[in-house]
């Protein structure tokens, strides 16, 4: 049973989360629970008291989740799991050694489930490498199954993107991918540069979701590689191997793309590797 301290900087996520923990299926986890506003409190409270487990959140006014276990010695943290809005932080949060990292909104069974890991993690003969290795998988089969199936039908052949006081007409076979990071989604646009021999990468902002642009998107030239990511494959011009079975795509404009383990053997399959 753990002694936890909830750090976040949003009451709500606070409430949410202590309700979580109130749930009788969990009372078998949790012996007690406490709370902290922001960075600075909870160093406070963890110097006050002794915790098992920190439910830490990420971006935070003043000290951000990485600063405050900066701020405690190795020997002294508890076990970390991440809460955030944000997928981007998984490596360098494993990094931190934490023992999960959970997505906001965060379901009650994924609670559960860190909370079960922190109890077990001095049986665990898991690596650092392999815990991060499967955490990813997860991330990436879960957005994966929820992005939206690509219907038959008239797929794009130029992308309209509003640019200053104009409106830019893009052929598609420019777009080299798309990406979301923190809810903004970015086309990565390999253009002519009347300034040098080469195309440049260009990247603009698009008010479309990642899940409502794929759908307009041939399947037949794009692919989703990513939770995150789709790229176009033209522009794949090299595959590099990475982290869990996973490859690096280099694609056109020096711009670099990392594909999920089974999206890159689909990546594979798909030009013929």
């Given amino acids: 049973m753990a002694r936890i301290l909830i750090v976040d900087d949003e009451a709500p996520a606070r409430t949410r989360l202590q309700k979580l923990l109130d749930d009788e299926t969990l009372a078998p986890l949790v012996t007690s629970v406490d709370s902290a506003s922001d960075g600075v409190e909870a160093l406070e ?12 959140d990420i971006q935070m006014p003043g000290l951000d989740g990485f600063e405050v276990l900066d701020r405690i010695p190795p020997e002294d943290r508890p076990a ?34 860190a909370l079960s890991r922190v109890q077990s993690l001095v049986d665990s003969t898991d690596s650092q490498d392999e815990r991060l290795g ?14 939206s199936s690509a219907p038959a039908g008239d797929w794009l052949e130029q992308l309209s993107i509003p640019y200053r006081d104009r409106i830019l007409i893009i052929p598609i076979d420019q777009v080299v991918s798309v990406e979301i990071s923190e809810g903004i989604t970015r086309v ?20 479309y979701t990642l899940d409502q642009l794929g ?13 995150s990511a789709i790229v176009q494959f033209t522009h794949i011009k090299e595959l590099i191997p990475w982290f869990s079975g996973r490859y690096k795509l280099a694609l056109s404009g020096g711009h670099e793309v990392i594909a999920s383990r089974e999206r890159s053997k689909a990546v594979k399959e798909r030009l013929k590797i």
């Fill in 45 to 56: 409270k963890l110097n006050d008291g002794d915790i098992d487990v920190i439910l830490l």
């Fill in 80 to 113: 970390v799991v991440f809460t955030t809005a944000y997928d981007e932080y998984a490596i360098r949060a494993f990094e931190a050694n934490a023992v999960d990292y959970l997505l906001k909104p965060i379901p009650s069974d994924r609670l559960s489930e």
């Fill in 134 to 147: 499967k955490l990813l998988e997860w991330m990436d089969e879960t957005a994966m199954a929820s992005a």
């Fill in 188 to 207: 990565y646009i390999l253009e002519e540069d009347p300034s040098g021999p080469r195309p440049r990468l260009r990247q603009h902002i698009v008010n």
């Fill in 215 to 227: 759908s307009m998107l041939d399947p037949n030239h794009f692919m989703r590689v990513h939770r």
